[in-house]
């Protein structure tokens, strides 16, 4: 993460009330029990047909604008419990073998991404992200991570121990501190 990123993050996650300079009244960011990844997908694998990435242009580019507009106008700790209580809701119907689906539409979302102008950060395109796939019924972890020194701060999302929209060695350099 580009250090400018890391501290816009940083300012936003201070301001949300989730991180602190003080440390009166906060708890330590400490390892969460989730599976690191073992493998990511491969960005370079044959995409999606043309025509199936654009079936699922609408729910993508709705995806984003949702994701775009919780997080500017509500406090991310709103955004992290609909999260949670949409996931918890839907996990009845969650089903190991829907991986592939989960693959094939991470692949149209990356497709799509091209299309939607706003610049990468890893707390928007994990968000949306994870409400994209929620349209599909996958409900895949949103996780949160950390490095102490330097600072950095970083979310993706994963499936089992397949990282979704990262690399395994980018995220295996941070301790995953929650997820959702």
Same mark, same amino acid.
């Given at each position: 993460?580009?250090?400018?990123?890391?501290?816009?993050?940083?300012?936003?996650?201070?301001?949300?009330?989730?991180?602190?300079?003080? %440390?009166?009244?906060?708890?330590?960011?400490?390892?969460?029990?989730?599976?690191?990844?073992?493998?990511?997908?491969?960005?370079?694998?044959?995409?999606? %047909?043309?025509?199936?990435?654009?079936?699922?242009? @609408?729910?993508?580019?709705?995806?984003?604008? @949702?994701?775009?507009?919780?997080?500017?106008?509500?406090?991310?700790?709103?955004?992290?419990?609909?999260?949670?209580?949409?996931?918890? @809701?839907?996990?009845?119907?969650?089903?190991? %073998?829907?991986?592939?689906?989960?693959?094939?539409?991470?692949?149209?979302?990356?497709?799509?991404?091209?299309?939607?102008? @706003?610049?990468?950060?890893?707390?928007?395109?994990?968000?949306?992200?994870?409400?994209?796939?929620?349209?599909?019924?996958?409900?895949?972890?949103?996780?949160?991570?950390?490095?102490?020194?330097?600072?950095?701060?970083?979310?993706?999302?994963?499936?089992?121990?397949?990282?979704?929209?990262?690399?395994?060695?980018?995220? %295996?350099?941070?301790?995953?501190?929650?997820?959702?």
């Amino acid at each position: 993460m580009l250090p400018e990123i890391a501290e816009e993050l940083a300012k936003t996650l201070s301001s949300q009330g989730i991180l602190s300079e003080d %440390s009166a009244g906060t708890k330590d960011a400490l390892p969460t029990e989730i599976r690191h990844p073992a493998q990511a997908i491969d960005r370079d694998s044959p995409a999606t %047909s043309l025509w199936s990435t654009w079936v699922h242009a @609408r729910a993508f580019f709705s995806s984003c604008r @949702r994701a775009s507009r919780e997080l500017s106008r509500q406090p991310l700790q709103v955004t992290l419990e609909a999260v949670r209580a949409r996931k918890a @809701r839907s996990m009845a119907r969650a089903d190991a %073998s829907d991986f592939d689906r989960a693959r094939a539409l991470v692949l149209g979302f990356n497709r799509l991404r091209w299309y939607y102008p @706003r610049p990468y950060l890893c707390l928007f395109d994990s968000l949306a992200l994870v409400h994209f796939l929620a349209r599909f019924d996958l409900f895949p972890d949103w996780v949160f991570a950390v490095s102490a020194d330097p600072f950095e701060a970083h979310c993706s999302v994963q499936w089992g121990n397949v990282v979704l929209n990262d690399t395994v060695e980018r995220v %295996s350099a941070l301790t995953p501190i929650m997820y959702v």
